[in-house]
C-alpha cells in the first residue's frame, strides 16, 4: 500500500498534518489553509457508474483518507451524510443542457453536503477528544443554516454562528435563528467579511483557544470542500457514462469553495470538461480571470448575497492548485452579474419557460443562456432553492414560490439572534463570556 496522505497549509509552514487533525481543527496553526500534498489521480474504473452519491464519494475520498484514523469509517460518514440525492436534471428548454440541484438537503442550499459530513466526522473524532468544541461559523446566510443543521443536538459541541445583520433574507435569518439549544446565532453589525474576519482572529488566538477549544466549520475547512467533490463526481462520471464525453459546470461563486470542488474533480482525472465560474457585482474575480492582478476588496451587497463576497478566501487553495497566472486564467473564466441581470433572468425563465431560480442560480443561468447554440453538455450548479430568497424572488414574480417541507418545519418554529459589535475583541469577549456561563450551568 502507498503512504498515508500528509497535509500542508497554503502559508508553508505548517505541514505533515493527517487528515483526522486537518478536519478537526479547520484553520492550519500558521493561518494558512490546508491542502493535500498532492491531489491523488484516480481511475475512473474504480466507480461503479450505477452505484449511489454516497458510495461515489466513499470511492473518490478514500485516497484522502486511506492510512488515517477515519478510513475504517469513511464509508459509514458518507452514508450518514449522502442521505439526499444531487440529481442531474435535464433543462427542456436548453438542447443537452442541465441543471445539477444541490437544494434537496435539510437547509435548501449546497452546503448541506459538507455541512453534515464534518458533522459525520466530528462525531467520530470527538469519542477520542471528550473536551467540549465550540464550532463557529461566519455566513453570509446559507453556511450557518445548514452547519446549524447538521450539530443541532450533537453532544459535546456548541455552534456559534455569525452573520451580518440585515444583509440576510428574513427566512434566512430566522433559519438561522430557530435552532437554540446548543446553536446561538449573533447577528454582526457588519459585512459578511467582518464576521470572517473575526471568526480568523478567534480560530487564531492561543490563549481563546486554551480556554475555549474552537474548530470551525467554514468553507476554509477541508472536512467541508472535500465532500463537495462528491456530487462533481458523481454527476460527470453517470454523464460520461451514458454520453462518453465530459461535462462542462458553470458554478455560481463567492468564497469559491464549491468552485474549487469542480477544479479538484477534474485535476484528480474525473471527466469534468470546461469549468466557468459566475459571480455577483462583487468583480475581485472577473477582474482577476480578466487580466488585472488579483486585487481583494470590500464586499457590496447584492440580490445574490451568499455570494457576496470580495475576498474569495479559496483563493489562497486555487492559487495552490494553478501557481502561474497565466495557468490559472486558462483552467477556468469568471463573469460577474449584476442585479438588473439577476432580475431579467429570473423574470425571463419564469414567464417563458416556467422555471423559477434562486438569484445565486440566475447568475449561472444567465451565462448559459449566453453560450447561445453551443450549450449541450453544459450544467448549470442550482446552489440553493428558491423559496431560501423569497424577498427577492416573490416581489419579482409577484406570486409565492411553494416552500420544501424541511424548509417549512424551521420557519414554524420561533428565531432569536443577539447583537455583537464588528470586532474581533468583541467576539472574544462574547466567547470568554458565554463559556463561563456555560461552565456555571455544568457545575450548578
Ligand atoms: C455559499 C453559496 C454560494 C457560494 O459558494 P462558495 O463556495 O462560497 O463559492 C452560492 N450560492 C449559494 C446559494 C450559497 O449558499
Request: hydrophobic share 45%; with cysteine; aromatic share 8%.
Amino acid at each position: 500500500m502507498s503512504e498515508p496522505l500528509l497535509y500542508h497549509s497554503t502559508r508553508g509552514v505548517t505541514s505533515g498534518a493527517r487528515i483526522d487533525e486537518v478536519i478537526a481543527a479547520g484553520l492550519a496553526p500558521d493561518g494558512g489553509l490546508y491542502v493535500p500534498e498532492a491531489l491523488p489521480r484516480l481511475d475512473l474504473a474504480a466507480f461503479d457508474p450505477h452505484g449511489s452519491l454516497a458510495d461515489t464519494a466513499s470511492c473518490l475520498l478514500m485516497p484522502f483518507f486511506a492510512g488515517h484514523a477515519l478510513a475504517d469509517e469513511l464509508p459509514a460518514i458518507c452514508a450518514e451524510a449522502f442521505t439526499f440525492n444531487a440529481p442531474l436534471r435535464p433543462l427542456p428548454h436548453h438542447p443537452g443542457a442541465s441543471m445539477l440541484e444541490l437544494f434537496h438537503g435539510p437547509s435548501a442550499a449546497f452546503k448541506d453536503f459538507g455541512a453534515r459530513f464534518l458533522a459525520s466526522c466530528f462525531r467520530r473524532l470527538h469519542r477520542k477528544d471528550p473536551r467540549p468544541l465550540t464550532i463557529l461559523v461566519a455566513t453570509s446566510g446559507d453556511t450557518g443554516a445548514a452547519v446549524a443543521a447538521a450539530f443541532h443536538r450533537q453532544p459535546g459541541v456548541q455552534v456559534v454562528i455569525l452573520y451580518p445583520d440585515g444583509l440576510v433574507s428574513p427566512r434566512q435569518a430566522h433559519q438561522l435563528g430557530c435552532f437554540g439549544e446548543n446553536v446561538q446565532a449573533l447577528r454582526v453589525s457588519g459585512r459578511f467579511d467582518d464576521c470572517q474576519r473575526m471568526v480568523k482572529a478567534a480560530l487564531n488566538d492561543a490563549a481563546l483557544q486554551a480556554q475555549r477549544p474552537l474548530s470551525s466549520a467554514n468553507s476554509i475547512s477541508l472536512g467541508r470542500l472535500l465532500p463537495q467533490m462528491a456530487y462533481y463526481a458523481h454527476a460527470a462520471l453517470r454523464w460520461h457514462h451514458e454520453h462518453h464525453r465530459p461535462l462542462n459546470f458553470i458554478v455560481p461563486t463567492g468564497n469559491l469553495g464549491n468552485a474549487l470542488a469542480c477544479l479538484w474533480v477534474r485535476e484528480m482525472g474525473l471527466p469534468v470538461g470546461q469549468v466557468e465560474l459566475t459571480c455577483n457585482a462583487n468583480e475581485t474575480l472577473s477582474d482577476y480571470f480578466a487580466g488585472a492582478p488579483y486585487t481583494p476588496r470590500a464586499a457590496v451587497a447584492t440580490l445574490a448575497n451568499a455570494m457576496d463576497v470580495g475576498a474569495p478566501s479559496n483563493f489562497e487553495r486555487l492559487r495552490w492548485t494553478f501557481p502561474h497566472d497565466a495557468d490559472l486564467r486558462r483552467q477556468v473564466h469568471a463573469h460577474s452579474v449584476d442585479d438588473a441581470t439577476i432580475r431579467d433572468t429570473v423574470l425571463f425563465h419564469a414567464a417563458d419557460h416556467h422555471e423559477v431560480f434562486c438569484p445565486h442560480t440566475a447568475t449561472a443561468m444567465h451565462r448559459l443562456d449566453q453560450l447561445k447554440g453551443a450549450q449541450d453538455a453544459w450544467t448549470v450548479v442550482a446552489t440553493a432553492h428558491p423559496a431560501k430568497f423569497e424577498s427577492v424572488i416573490e416581489p419579482l414574480l409577484g406570486r409565492p414560490v411553494p416552500v420544501p417541507s424541511a424548509l417549512a418545519a424551521m420557519l414554524n418554529r420561533s428565531a432569536q439572534a443577539e447583537p455583537l459589535e464588528a470586532s474581533d475583541e468583541a467576539l472574544k469577549r462574547w466567547l470568554l463570556d458565554s463559556g463561563e456561563s456555560i461552565e456555571a450551568r455544568r457545575a450548578s
